[in-house]
């Protein structure tokens, strides 16, 4: 597996491609150099590709770190270059003139520069020849190896508490059911007790008493399907050794025929393991089973189609019970140390492996108040730091190594964010885009292949999913303590990232920087000037004022592509902002009102993302904003009202993706809408609130939405209405792509659910505000209509009635109904067969029906009586 090197040159490969094709008149001057150093990188790429698999050695190791230093050189002289360029550009032309000497005087410079380089990269060819390196092999220590297998042995032979429910329900599934062969698996991250759990329902006498023979092997990373083979044979008592895998393969099915078996893979990291050896093991309606332990998803899924058993992390009792079993063995915990005891073994985060090392390191110590509350609160610290426990992270960095090349920034990424820190995913994903991690497969969206991205790192059991949307999507992520601490070891030997508090020196030649501190204006007097190469910037801190933290960071990191800044204090974006160039990604939270942004931002031409956050009060938008022809995501975020109506003469944002929060406003005037939505055709994603102009005394009036038949590529959609008058949309005008919609406050008129139910993709529905929704009190959904919806949501609706016919709704699983509270008998829709979820929330007429009702609930079924 290679490198985030490799990534490195491979992305700057990628900037410079698109610089010499899109952006070559910033280049003018040196744009015949750039492309022989474009060139020259393209080669070092092949290097690093033959070099991988031997990075132990220290001559690769060396000749890598210089490649990297080479790359990262080659960025800052050619974005310092293109900042320098814009710089001249924005002067008058007086000022062009006088300035040109100089100006000239930095292109020659910036082309001395580049020949530098290439001598550089010759130099490293050069010694990558001299030194023989293509024929250096990579080595294993074998003695760091044997340390680790013999680590490992003892955390998971060891007898992990808080298995009884996991135990009982793989037991049953082993021994009970289809007699047909089938595959189970346990899958988890690295040291969550799988092994464990494995090896403790292998040994007892229910299962070692259904089985005719049983079989244990450890697979491991370093699997080979002849090795695995005589492993097993051997176990049975079988020599075949001399046979070809074929031959392995036959003896093996031959001699299981017609017997009830049970295998056990161990440690199965790549979906190869099965396919090489399924057909050894024969399905003679026995009742066999194979048992299989892995970190990765798709390994279970791969093998079988019986969903795997996702093993959970120790929740804070079973963490402490095995903590003191650990530290105690059959003795008793004094008084005194069960308080701190109990925080160490919370500060494990319910990892086994972590609580089995660090009490192992305690029980070598002395058992007293005075040194056990020495590792409260730093207990992720000493597990990485420690000499006795250092183990446990190279355990898991097992996970990390195994991760495919594309990958590993994306994981190494999550270093960014504090410990226990809850990420948005959809953010997540622009700034993986951001960044360059994302590449570009065919004309798929970049921030669907962000999210397949991350949904690998969860199948591989390195990140957890927090929460998850209506349509079942993750919303939030996190990542454990132990495996972000990971992601930092790994940054610091590849200047990937850093966190930074005032402990700590600046990290001064790290490409990201995470500030994570209480009060911004303490560090940044601390820090008031510093050297840095980052590109990206996230500054979390308390009480930002943004007049000396935007001029701050313009200041000192003049490169970044990535600005993400938290709870800004004043009113005011400072002008500064606009300094930023090359910024891709921008988020400005403010914790007050009236914010105004500078027409300036409109210069961030690279721009693609732009969250602005606030609490209430009025957003000023500049009104240059449609010359961000780059604009792929705009997203205006909390309980802000923002005036958003561009002129006609305005161009398209051809670009927009996702268009999320702003306010339509109608003139009753002159009764007309701005024609806002014709300004952005490809919007996949539209969540709008629609307002009058000035708020009238008549509210009889119902107005038209504007039709939105134009936008073809729209697939979710939300609008919300407010104010005293009372709008209405043509929902015959809804795209047909659309797969989630939700209207809150719009009038619909009657036969409205008829004419939804015809939208071929719908899978999400969200219908809201009975003082302007349904006009129906009686709902009929005909056949055959809704045919993708999967999640209908009901609130404060007038409905006294819910019928349809048969075939209506097949695919619908959740249903929420909230506040409806006018049914005069239960909907039909509870009796569809497909419901897995019902949630009635302050219905009590309903409630109190299906509390009644002698149905059989076939669905999870919760009843709140209050909101609140």
Request: glycine share 4%; hydrophobic share 40%.
């Amino acid at each position: 597996m290679g490198s985030i090197l490799d990534d490195v040159v491979t992305n700057l490969i990628r900037y410079l491609t698109g610089l010499l094709k899109d952006e070559a008149n910033f280049l003018a001057g040196v744009e015949d150099r750039v492309n022989s150093l474009h060139a020259e990188l393209r080669l070092i790429n092949i290097f690093l590709e033959n070099s991988e698999g031997k990075r132990n050695n220290k001559m690769v190791k060396e000749l890598v770190r210089q490649i990297r230093d080479v790359a990262y050189e080659t960025e800052d002289v050619i974005d310092d270059y293109i900042l320098k360029v814009a710089e001249h550009r924005k002067k008058c032309t007086t000022m062009r003139i006088v300035d040109y000497p100089s100006y000239a005087l930095m292109i020659r410079d910036v082309g001395s520069k580049i020949v530098v380089i290439k001598e550089r990269i010759k130099e490293i060819y050069d010694n990558y020849e001299r030194y023989g390196i293509e024929r250096v092999e990579s080595t294993v220590n074998a003695f760091e190896e044997e340390a680790m297998d013999t680590i490992r042995r003892e955390v998971e032979e060891d007898d992990v508490v808080g298995f009884v429910h996991d135990s009982t329900t793989l037991e049953n599934q082993l021994t009970e059911g289809d007699p047909e062969l089938d595959v189970i698996s346990i899958i988890g991250m690295g040291g969550l007790g799988k092994t464990t759990l494995a090896r403790k329902i292998y040994n007892t006498l229910r299962v070692k008493g259904h089985f005719d023979y049983y079989v244990w092997v450890c697979v491991s990373q370093d699997f080979g399907t002849m090795e695995l083979l005589l492993k097993i044979l051997k176990e049975l008592g079988i020599e075949l050794e001399g046979k070809s895998v074929d031959e392995l393969k036959k003896g093996l099915f031959e001699y299981l025929k017609e017997k009830r078996y049970l295998i056990v893979m161990d440690d199965v990291w790549t979906t190869d393991v099965w396919s090489k050896v399924r057909f050894a093991f024969p399905n003679s309606s026995y009742g066999s089973r194979i048992l299989i332990t892995s970190r990765n998803r798709e390994v279970a899924l791969h093998a079988s189609n019986t969903p795997p058993y996702l093993l959970p992390l120790l929740n804070q009792d079973d963490s402490w019970e095995l903590f003191r079993k650990k530290v105690f063995q059959k003795g008793i915990c004094p008084p005194e140390l069960e308080t701190p005891g109990r925080r160490i073994a919370e500060g494990c985060k319910g990892l086994p492996l972590s609580i089995v090392v660090f009490a192992g390191l305690l029980a070598k110590k002395e058992k007293s108040f005075r040194t056990w509350s020495k590792y409260v609160d730093h207990v992720t610290s000493f597990l990485t730091h420690e000499e006795d426990t250092v183990i446990c992270q190279k355990i898991l960095s097992l996970s990390y190594t195994d991760l495919p090349r594309r990958l590993k920034q994306c994981f190494l990424y999550f270093g960014m964010y504090p410990e226990d820190f809850e990420i948005p995913v959809r953010r997540l994903m622009h700034l993986w885009v951001a960044e360059g991690f994302i590449q570009d497969i065919g004309h798929r969206y970049l921030e669907d292949v962000a999210e397949i991205y991350l949904e690998e790192l969860i199948d591989r059991s390195l990140i957890q999913v927090a929460s998850r949307r209506s349509d079942a999507g993750i919303r939030t992520c996190r990542i454990h303590d132990l495996l972000r601490e990971l992601c930092l070891l790994e940054s610091a030997e590849e200047t990937f990232l850093a966190v930074h508090s005032y402990n700590r020196l600046f990290p001064n030649n790290y490409r990201r920087v995470s500030i994570q501190v209480n009060n911004a204006k303490q560090y940044i007097t601390a820090y008031p000037s510093v050297t840095t190469s980052a590109r990206s910037l996230f500054f979390f801190a308390d009480a930002l004022n943004n007049n000396v933290a935007l001029k701050w960071v313009q200041k000192n990191f003049k490169f970044l592509r990535v600005l993400n800044v938290q709870r800004v204090a004043t009113p005011v974006v400072h002008k500064s902002v606009a300094k930023f160039i090359h910024l891709r990604y921008l988020t400005i939270k403010f914790s007050n009102s009236a914010t105004i942004f500078p027409d300036s931002i409109v210069e961030l031409t690279n721009l693609e993302t732009l969250y602005v956050e606030g609490n209430k009060g009025m957003q000023c938008l500049p009104k240059g904003l449609f010359k961000l022809k780059r604009l792929r995501n705009l997203y205006l975020v909390f309980n802000v009202e923002y005036s958003f109506e561009p002129c006609d003469s305005e161009e398209a944002l051809g670009s927009l993706q996702v268009l999320s929060g702003p306010t339509i406003y109608y003139n009753p005037q002159n009764h007309r809408f701005p024609a806002i939505l014709e300004k952005f055709p490809n919007v996949r994603k539209l969540k709008i609130q629609i307002m009058e102009k000035k708020y009238r005394d008549n509210d009889k009036e119902v107005v038209s939405i504007p039709s939105l038949h134009h936008l073809a590529h729209l697939e979710i959609l939300k609008i919300r209405t407010s104010g005293i008058l009372r709008f209405t949309c043509y929902l015959n005008s809804i795209p047909r792509r659309i797969t989630k919609l939700t209207l809150e406050g719009v009038v619909l008129k009657v036969g409205c659910v008829t004419v939804l139910g015809q939208l071929p993709n719908l899978r999400i529905l969200k219908l809201e505000d009975a003082d302007r929704g349904l006009s129906d009190k009686n709902i009929n959904v005909i056949a055959n209509s809704f045919p993708q919806l999967q999640f209908l949501k009901l609130y404060s609706l007038s409905i006294e009635k819910w019928e349809q016919e048969v075939g209506a709704m097949p695919s619908l699983k959740h249903l929420v109904i909230q506040r409806c509270c006018c049914f005069t008998s239960l909907p039909e829709l509870l009796r569809l067969s497909t419901l897995k979820s019902v949630e009635v929330i302050h219905c009590p007429t309903l409630a109190t029906m299906l509390r009644e009702s002698q149905t059989e609930v076939r669905f999870n079924l919760l009843i709140k009586d209050s909101i609140f």
